[in-house]
């Protein structure tokens, strides 16, 4: 199984920062691309950003310039480092990763699993 536990989440007034921390723990066997998605109320889990094993990265429009996306493959962990935070930026926070774990003798997709998420509430 896979276990993926975000942190970091608060409240932040309009342009504050915050640092969102995702660990992902278990029979993982490879990490391909690591990501952040978020889910606003009414809305659906929309791709934040996302880095590659090679450390491509990648951005939703709405976050460029603002957000930056790291990993450390060691600790198999991802971080979101949130500048300049916006109202519209209110959301529920989650990581998933893209990998392989194992079960016996039998590997898995690591993608359907989904941590608690962390809440980010911008609110002057």
């Known amino acids: 199984q896979v276990q993926l536990v975000e942190s970091g989440g608060g409240l932040v007034q309009p342009g504050g920062s915050l640092r969102l921390s995702c660990a992902a723990s278990?029979?993982?066997?490879?990490?391909?691309?690591m990501g952040w998605y978020r889910q606003a109320p009414g809305k659906q889990r929309e791709l934040v950003a996302d880095?590659?094993?090679?450390?491509?990265?990648s951005y939703a429009d709405s976050v460029k310039g603002r957000f930056t996306i790291s990993r450390d493959d060691a600790e198999k962990s991802v971080y979101l480092r949130m500048n300049n935070l916006k109202h519209e930026d209110t959301a529920v926070y989650y990581c998933?990763?893209?990998?392989?774990?194992?079960?016996?003798?039998?590997?898995?997709?690591?993608?359907?699993?989904w941590g608690q998420g962390t809440q980010v509430t911008v609110s002057s």
């Open positions: 998933n990763v893209d990998g392989l774990f194992r079960s016996g003798t039998i590997y898995y997709p690591t993608r359907n699993f």
């Open positions: 880095i590659k094993s090679g450390g491509t990265t």
């Open positions: 278990g029979s993982i066997v490879s990490i391909n691309t």
